[in-house]
């Protein structure tokens, strides 16, 4: 399974050795979306599941404090800012808005590649929290069980990968490019009404905890208390 990160730095030439040596180091398990603002990244990263993600500091448009803030709001995908910044005070604010490591440039790209795999394999070998909840819907990630009502509830594969991507982001509103991108990889070139018709069976196998699935027209989903 490949990861994804998102790549938010203004100078095109450090854009371009990292996508680079990630690909060519990773035999292209590992796939970079880069940014050139912190608004651009803002928006990737609002439509679009991320493994990992490198901020520049000084960026234009949104700072990388100011996007990191933003990210930490509502996700605990790994952060590192990538940066010339390198006084203590900045570093400490940074750990403060919730970044988990720095690199300092001028850097290593050796080194940088050893920090973002480590982090990447920590995030997805750690369970954080044993369940996920939203309303009536509960899901144990140790024993992988779903209930809803307190009744339990038999998911194929694909359903289950989708209610806990869902509940992983409740009140979040995710668009069927998403759930596509993160459910059926980036290789998959069907029609995206594969996702409605997972929703429809996903709701019915629910019950009426179901109808926390709300369905936001032209956006996608999103699931409620």
Known sequence: MGYSILLAEDDPQIREIITDYFSQKS?????LTCAESGTEALDFFRNKAFDLIMLDIMMPGIDGFSLCREIRAGSDVPVLFLTARAR???LLY???LGCDDYVIKPFSLAALY???TALLKRASGTILIPELVCGRIRMNLRTLAVTANGIPVELAPKEFALLKFLL???NWVVSRDMLLDRIWGADYFGSDRVVDNHIK???RKLGDAGSQIR???TKGYRLTE
């Open 27 to 31: 035999d292209g398990e590992i796939c």
């Open 215 to 217: 369905t936001v027209i």
């Open 88 to 90: 203590e005070e900045d």
């Open 94 to 96: 940074g750990y403060e």
């Open 201 to 203: 069976k996903l709701r």
């Open 168 to 170: 992983e982001h409740k």
């Open 114 to 116: 050893a920090k973002c």
